[in-house]
Each structure stands twice: as C-alpha cells, then as structure tokens.
C-alpha cells in the first residue's frame, strides 16, 4: 500500500503562530515523503528509511523514535493485538530539519499507508490529529500548522486551535526557496523563543501582534491578486524574526542575496537558525534569484508557484 505527502513552506507568522497569532502556509509538492507497506516474509515489522540509514526492526527502535511512536500509536489505535509481519519502505526528497516539514510529512504518508494496509484506512480529518499528537511528542510545543497543511495537502490560513481554514490566491506568484544546508532542530528555536518570551514577555508579545497584522495584510494580498504587495512584508516579518532571534548569518546573507538580485522580498521560514529561507520572484528574475543564492551558499533551490 503506497502513500505520499507533500513538504510545506510557511510564508508568514512562523514562531508567532505558536503563541495563537495567525500564520500562512502552503504545500510544496516537488519535495515529497513516499510510503510502502508490504507484507513481509520475515517475523515483524521492518522500517527501512534509507535517507535517515534506517534499516531496523520496531521492536529494536526506543518506543519515543519518531517513526515507531507512529507505528505503535495505530496499533494501538486500532486495538491490534497480533501485529502482522510487515516491511515498510521510507523514502523523501525533503531534507531533514530544514524547516520543509519533513517530520510531519514522515508521519502523514506513514499514517495514510499504514492505516489503509490495516484495513482502517483514515481521513483527512481523522490523520490531522493523529500527527498533531507525534508532532507534541517530538517538538514540545507546536502549533499544529505543519500537520495541517502537510495533511490537506492545501494552502492554510491558520490559527492555533480554531477550524482549518484555506485561502485562494487571487494571482498566482512565483517564489524562489533556498537551502541553507544546516539542519536546525525547530524544537530548540521554539524552546529559546520561549525563554526569551518568559523574560520578556510585553516586548515578545509586541513582535507577535505586528506579526499578525503582517500575516492579515498578506492574506488579503493574496487574495485580492496583488502577490507583489507580499515583498515588504516578507521583508518585515523577516527583521522581526530576526528581533526573535531565529535568524542566522547564513539565512541572512541568502535573504540579502536575493534581494541584491532582483527579488521583491524574502525572510527565512519555518523554525529558523538555519534551514530554508524564500524569495518573491517575478517568473523572469527567478532563475537568477536561485543563482545568487547558490552562488551565496544555498546548497539547493526550488522555484515554485504558488497559485
Ligand atoms: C515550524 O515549521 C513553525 C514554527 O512556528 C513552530 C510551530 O508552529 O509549531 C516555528
């Protein structure tokens, strides 16, 4: 039984979403996690994820491992009690701890294949949760929008706790991702965001509601058709992440770099300190924003558009 599930981007509100502020966010479907379950020959259940050099039986993984915890939470689930002999087979294209979701994604085509080899296969509205609760265990506190737009597969307008909602884009607009190429664990920003918010909470408090304002005017921006609108509050979202200090000299340096070369705005996404960054590009500037920021030392590209 095959699944997949797609990476995902966060265009505004990253960390501020954590705190119940709205953020946006959309799937990127060139990077994806693909999932086989097939039986198997041999007694249990067999995890190969090459990417991760995984080649392990269940019962030899911790029961905390992110990719166990995934298999034991729907045998649990589903009241298995005579687990049946599986192999199941892992493969991404979405970099680990790159800001990409590749965590969520893992678990989202895994929960999708597995379930349905299960004879209980789930929805949407089912897996969503789910994930939310893998995600709680590994990240500490999550907002949940990684499992949400990775799960539906759509662009989200989100807010902690409330219904999913989705938006539409008015005009479709092209933006330029960029690899930084150092893993960042987005449990340690949140957990510094925090301490720093513990501190300094009036001043945090501040950097979150002009996020939010941000993450409101960019909706409508796209929405109404003016994705050009985007570049200035890329440019503002990303000096006040860079006030939260997620930033990183690296995601700096491809941010000014794009920006040099013709981009109309970019920030870094996602949990931040290293990781992927993003850029608004017109479609015919786009080619040269990804060179000068292989050139800066993005140790990978993607141009996508979002529409
Ligand atoms: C991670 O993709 C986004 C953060 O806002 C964390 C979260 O929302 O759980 C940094």
Redesign the pocket.
């Known amino acids: 039984m095959k699944a997949s599930a797609p990476g995902k981007i966060?265009l505004f509100g990253?960390?501020a979403?954590?705190y119940s502020r709205p953020?946006l966010a959309v799937p990127v479907t060139q990077v994806h996690v693909d999932v086989e379950v097939l039986d198997s020959s041999r007694p249990g259940i067999w995890i190969h994820a090459p990417v991760i050099d995984l080649h392990a039986e269940l019962a030899s993984l911790p029961s905390d491992h992110p990719i166990a915890s995934v298999i034991l939470k729907l045998i649990q689930l589903f009241g298995i009690s005579q687990t049946p002999d599986l192999e199941i087979n892992i493969s991404s294209t979405i970099p680990v701890a790159s800001?990409l979701?590749s965590g969520a994604a893992v678990s989202v085509a895994l929960i999708r294949s597995l379930s349905s080899f299960l004879f209980h296969p789930l929805s949407d509205d089912e897996i969503n949760p789910l994930v939310y609760e893998i995600?709680k265990l590994h990240?500490g506190?999550?907002?949940?929008?990684?499992n949400t737009v990775i799960t539906y597969n759509m662009p989200v307008y989100f807010i902690k706790g409330q219904p999913v909602e989705t938006f539409k884009t008015g005009k479709p607009f092209t933006i330029v991702i960029g690899d930084t190429g150092i893993p960042a664990l987005?449990k340690e920003?949140?957990g510094d965001v925090r301490l720093l918010w513990l501190r300094n909470t009036t001043y945090f408090e501040n950097i979150f509601n002009e996020i939010a304002q941000i993450s409101l005017i960019a909706r409508r921006s796209i929405e109404s058709g003016k994705p050009e609108l985007l570049g200035e509050l890329m440019d503002q979202n990303h000096a006040l992440l860079q006030e939260m200090t997620v930033s990183s000299p690296e995601l700096d340096r491809l941010v000014t770099a794009a920006k040099n070369a013709g981009a109309l705005g970019a920030k870094l996404s996602?949990?931040?300190r290293g990781g992927n960054m993003f850029a608004l590009a017109e479609q015919a500037t786009a080619e040269s924003v990804a060179n000068a920021l292989i050139s800066a030392g993005a140790t990978r590209t993607i141009i996508t558009e979002i529409s």
Request: net charge negative.
């Open positions: 966060i990253e960390h979403v954590v953020a800001g979701g995600e990240h506190t999550p907002s949940g929008i990684d987005t920003s949140v996602g949990g931040g």
